[in-house]
């Protein structure tokens, strides 16, 4: 836990003084050994960041004397479309989307998602809330992505991935694409990323004659959480990449 976030809905004393009593209270006593007068990193959930004082430890409580000034980090320049995966990698597919500063995932359905999948405890808002958490408080953030559940593919790609594009080159990861995504990761684009074994030929094609245009991550066969990884480095804020948009 690198950054205490803190709520509207926590226990405010004041606009500058908030007392915990849950888990950060733990963390902040018993991980990070603090006493009173030390100073943390904390921020508010959707907001600033700053520095946190702490008042008082007394009875498993923390007070804190909040100031906020600090924006929070850039946001990446991918927004995601991601089949949906395994339930058992979805809770790490979460908070990776959470520390690399994702503001948009899109979960879909393809021919190669197991319906069962859709029923998964971890897609509950407060499951994924959890997760997302997890993530931003590794990475600093306080701004949680948006995690959009899109069950039906063909609706999805006909109806929405236009307009979720606004403008933005639209790239499907394909492995027999003659581009390589590296060679076109620094323009703020949606990124589409199979299931196990990719997106099956009709959908590639129907994201293709909507909008999208195919690229390959390299020349390994790779698992989804690897996936996402590999083209959320490829575009970090600062990236100074080039690749040509063909509308």
Not at 20 to 45: F, M, P, Y
Not at 131 to 145: K, N, W, Y
Not at 221 to 231: E, G, I, M, P, R
Request: with cysteine; hydrophobic share 45%; proline share 7%.
């Amino acid at each position: 836990m690198n950054i205490i976030l803190l709520s509207p809905k926590d226990h405010w004393l004041d606009d500058h003084s908030v007392l915990l009593r849950d888990e950060r209270a733990i963390h902040i006593c018993d991980v990070l050994k603090s006493t009173v007068g030390d100073q943390l990193r904390v921020g508010l959930r959707d907001g600033l960041q700053g520095q946190g004082e702490v008042k008082s430890i007394q009875d498993g409580a923390v007070q804190l004397s909040v100031e906020l000034h600090d924006s929070p980090p850039p946001r990446h320049h991918f927004d995601l479309v991601l089949a949906l995966p395994r339930p058992k990698v979805l809770r790490r597919i979460f908070r990776a989307v959470a520390e690399f500063g994702v503001q948009n995932l899109y979960l879909i359905n393809s021919a190669r998602v197991e319906k069962s999948y859709w029923q998964s405890p971890l897609l509950q808002v407060d499951a994924i809330d959890q997760a997302l958490v997890a993530g931003m408080e590794r990475s600093r953030d306080t701004i949680a992505p948006r995690v959009h559940l899109c069950p039906r593919f063909r609706p999805f790609v006909e109806d929405q991935l236009t307009q979720i594009c606004a403008g933005r080159p639209c790239w499907i990861a394909d492995m027999e694409a003659p581009v390589a995504l590296s060679d076109c990761s620094s323009t703020p684009a949606v990124v589409m990323i199979g299931p196990e074994g990719g997106f099956v030929p009709f959908e590639i094609q129907l994201a293709e004659k909507t909008i999208a245009q195919r690229v390959n991550l390299g020349t390994r066969v790779l698992s989804v959480d690897t996936a996402l990884t590999t083209v959320l480095a490829q575009a970090l804020p600062g990236s100074n990449a080039f690749c040509m948009w063909l509308p």
